[in-house]
């Protein structure tokens, strides 16, 4: 009797339990259903469509842009919109049920910016803006020359041509301010045979647009804008017989007051044996002459300029002055106790060096370095910039719109500096392998460290076989970088030195430029991303 009272409460227990496990299950289902409902009732409280995604690079083949974007299920429609001031206006917004674009009869060789909005069905909830990027149009096609520097003075312009297809016949000169025509010109056999016309006549500092015809058919244009006259205290030696005054710039620059422009002849080389010890504000150019397009070059034994102890000057600047050193040498020794507002180089060869501006031994100080479109090649260990010591140092410091090749260091500080750009360059066989781009060991760029626009090819080997790694920066710096390539012999020596931003190229140096090997790095390769954005912008395709 007692086993069956044992039984009975056994089943009655195991029937409890079952209904227990009823009731969770059921408990469960009910919960699952409700945070489902609630999943689903989220999906339709979502406050917008999420920004579409680019899909493939923007395409400018001629005078139009092509653009897509990843599809979105979501969306019953896209907004494409493009700009040229990056949306404060809207040049063209267009609506689409597809997801790619194409905006046709634009400007040539302007540089647009596109973005896509996502549509949905509730206009309240269409996505916000999602910026696709900027590409910037081709060059009208033509038998125009791009104008060099070279090509422009201060009342004239020179005008170069290929001759292919229908002759040539006539040139017209317009105002750019207004596009008020000024003067044609109908073309000589001579002007035809030599493919160039020199423009003379015009103003100083305006703006022109010089077309070429083949009888009323456009051949091209360009965009001429014409120097400033040079004004104050001018030196003028383009008339010295250099056989006969060989050491000229030794004999004139202790002799003039500070401020004074020194007017060099095209074409011509002067030799500096010695280091000029410097007390003042001066600035050396190569004359205007459309007949020469090569620089003036100063060739120097040793260094070019010292300074004299004491000095306070405003400014040293070079433009369209080639500078050739030797490997022991130095461009600049500052080496005395002296301040120095501003050095400047633009448009200037820089070649075979131990060091282009060497700052060492005494308490001195540089406000404003600043290279632009140079080129500079043969650096050995003392780099562009070498500062030696704590009691030296420069504020601020600029690379831009230069090729340096060949240069086994770039820049190093033991002093703090407050800015650095290194914007828009092309730099190839540069550092050694091992050394840095910027070396600012323990330490500080106190404000910004700029980095774009830059594309980074194989650095400079040593060892057998070479080792061509390199180091980005060391030290403490507020980096901001951007659109800078790299090419696929070049590499980071480790992660912890590399800069970002950086996006690898596919093809090595050989294949992305035209002859590295003799210093031209004119971009061959039409495919890569940074063509017409990225490196010292002379070697662009446009």
Same mark, same amino acid.
């Given at each position: 009797?007692?086993?069956?009272?044992?039984?009975?409460?056994?089943?009655?227990?195991?029937k409890?339990?079952?209904k227990?496990?009823?009731?969770?299950?059921?408990?469960? +289902?009910?919960?699952s259903?409700?945070?489902?409902? =609630? =999943?689903?009732e989220?999906l339709g409280?979502? *406050?917008?469509?999420?920004r #579409?995604?680019?899909?493939?690079?923007?395409?400018a083949?001629?005078?139009y842009?092509?653009?897509?974007?990843?599809?979105?299920?979501?969306?019953?429609g %896209?907004?494409?919109?493009?700009?040229?001031?990056t949306?404060?206006t809207?040049?063209k917004?267009?609506?689409?049920? !597809?997801?790619?674009?194409?905006?046709?009869?634009?400007?040539?060789?302007?540089?647009?910016?596109?973005?896509?909005?996502?549509?949905?069905p509730?206009?309240?909830?269409?996505?916000?803006p999602?910026?696709?990027?900027?590409?910037?149009?081709?060059?009208?096609?033509?038998?125009? +020359?791009? #104008?060099?520097?070279?090509?422009?003075?201060?009342?004239?312009v020179?005008?170069?041509?290929? /001759?292919?297809?229908?002759?040539?016949?006539?040139?017209k000169?317009?105002?750019?301010? /207004?596009?008020?025509?000024?003067?044609?010109?109908?073309?000589?056999?001579?002007?035809?045979?030599?493919?160039?016309?020199?423009?003379?006549?015009?103003?100083?500092?305006?703006? %022109?647009?010089? %077309?070429l015809?083949?009888?009323?058919?456009?051949?091209g244009?360009?965009?001429?804008?014409?120097k400033?006259?040079?004004t104050?205290?001018?030196?003028?030696?383009?008339?010295?017989?250099?056989?006969?005054?060989?050491q000229i710039?030794?004999?004139?620059?202790?002799?003039i007051?500070?401020g004074s422009?020194?007017?060099?002849?095209?074409?011509s080389?002067?030799?500096?044996?010695?280091?000029?010890?410097?007390?003042?504000?001066i600035k050396l150019?190569s004359?205007?002459?459309?007949?020469?397009?090569?620089?003036?070059?100063?060739?120097?034994a040793? !260094?070019?300029?010292?300074?004299?102890?004491?000095?306070n000057?405003?400014y040293?600047?070079?433009?369209?002055?080639?500078? =050739?050193?030797?490997?022991?040498?130095?461009?600049?020794?500052?080496?005395?106790?002296?301040?120095?507002g501003?050095?400047?180089?633009?448009?200037? %060869?820089l070649?075979?060096?131990?060091?282009?501006?060497?700052?060492q031994?005494a308490?001195?100080?540089?406000?404003?370095?600043s290279? /632009?479109?140079?080129i500079?090649?043969?650096?050995?260990?003392?780099g562009?910039?070498?500062?030696?010591?704590?009691?030296?140092k420069?504020? /601020?410091?600029?690379?831009?719109?230069?090729t340096?090749?060949?240069?086994?260091?770039?820049?190093?500080?033991?002093?703090?500096?407050i800015?650095?750009?290194?914007?828009?360059?092309t730099?190839?066989q540069t *550092?050694?392998?091992?050394?840095y781009y910027?070396d600012y060991?323990?330490?500080?760029?106190?404000g910004?460290?700029?980095?774009?626009?830059?594309?980074?090819?194989?650095?400079?080997?040593?060892?057998s076989p070479?080792?061509?790694?390199?180091?980005?920066?060391?030290?403490?710096?507020?980096l901001?970088?951007s659109?800078?390539?790299?090419? !696929?012999?070049?590499?980071?020596?480790?992660?912890?030195?590399?800069?970002t931003?950086?996006?690898?190229?596919?093809? #090595?140096?050989?294949?992305?430029?035209?002859?590295? !090997?003799t210093?031209?790095?004119?971009i =061959?390769?039409?495919?890569?991303?940074?063509?017409?954005?990225?490196?010292? #912008?002379?070697w662009?395709?446009?």
């Amino acid at each position: 009797m007692m086993v069956m009272v044992t039984e009975i409460k056994n089943i009655q227990i195991m029937k409890n339990m079952f209904k227990n496990y009823i009731l969770i299950a059921v408990s469960v +289902a009910i919960v699952s259903g409700l945070i489902s409902c =609630k =999943k689903s009732e989220d999906l339709g409280k979502v *406050p917008r469509l999420f920004r #579409p995604v680019i899909k493939g690079a923007l395409l400018a083949p001629s005078n139009y842009i092509e653009g897509s974007w990843q599809k979105m299920s979501e969306a019953k429609g %896209y907004i494409a919109q493009i700009s040229r001031d990056t949306f404060r206006t809207i040049d063209k917004s267009v609506n689409l049920d !597809s997801n790619n674009v194409v905006f046709e009869e634009l400007l040539w060789e302007q540089l647009y910016q596109i973005q896509i909005i996502a549509v949905a069905p509730d206009p309240s909830k269409n996505s916000k803006p999602s910026f696709l990027g900027e590409i910037k149009t081709p060059r009208f096609p033509t038998i125009l +020359a791009l #104008p060099s520097l070279s090509d422009v003075t201060e009342s004239a312009v020179k005008l170069r041509w290929t /001759n292919s297809g229908d002759a040539v016949t006539s040139v017209k000169v317009l105002l750019a301010s /207004n596009s008020s025509e000024l003067k044609q010109i109908n073309l000589t056999a001579q002007n035809i045979s030599n493919q160039f016309l020199d423009i003379t006549g015009l103003e100083p500092s305006t703006a %022109y647009i010089v %077309y070429l015809y083949s009888g009323t058919k456009v051949r091209g244009w360009n965009n001429y804008t014409t120097k400033a006259p040079l004004t104050g205290i001018i030196i003028d030696l383009r008339a010295i017989d250099l056989s006969v005054k060989t050491q000229i710039l030794t004999d004139t620059i202790p002799d003039i007051p500070s401020g004074s422009t020194i007017i060099l002849r095209r074409g011509s080389t002067y030799n500096v044996p010695a280091a000029i010890a410097l007390n003042k504000s001066i600035k050396l150019v190569s004359g205007s002459d459309l007949s020469i397009t090569s620089n003036a070059a100063v060739t120097i034994a040793g !260094s070019f300029f010292s300074f004299t102890a004491g000095s306070n000057i405003d400014y040293l600047d070079f433009e369209n002055v080639n500078i =050739k050193g030797l490997v022991g040498g130095y461009a600049l020794n500052v080496n005395t106790a002296c301040n120095i507002g501003r050095i400047s180089f633009e448009g200037c %060869y820089l070649d075979t060096f131990r060091g282009l501006v060497r700052m060492q031994t005494a308490t001195n100080s540089i406000t404003n370095l600043s290279i /632009n479109n140079c080129i500079v090649s043969n650096v050995l260990d003392y780099g562009l910039l070498n500062v030696n010591a704590a009691i030296n140092k420069v504020d /601020n410091l600029s690379l831009t719109n230069s090729t340096v090749y060949a240069c086994e260091k770039l820049f190093t500080s033991k002093q703090n500096t407050i800015s650095v750009s290194i914007n828009d360059n092309t730099f190839h066989q540069t *550092p050694l392998s091992g050394s840095y781009y910027l070396d600012y060991n323990g330490f500080t760029i106190s404000g910004i460290t700029s980095v774009k626009n830059n594309i980074f090819s194989i650095g400079k080997g040593t060892g057998s076989p070479p080792v061509t790694t390199v180091n980005g920066k060391r030290g403490t710096m507020n980096l901001s970088t951007s659109n800078n390539y790299s090419t !696929s012999d070049f590499g980071w020596a480790t992660a912890t030195t590399a800069f970002t931003d950086v996006t690898a190229h596919i093809r #090595p140096s050989a294949d992305l430029f035209t002859d590295p !090997s003799t210093g031209n790095f004119m971009i =061959k390769d039409a495919g890569f991303a940074g063509k017409s954005t990225a490196g010292d #912008p002379r070697w662009r395709l446009k």
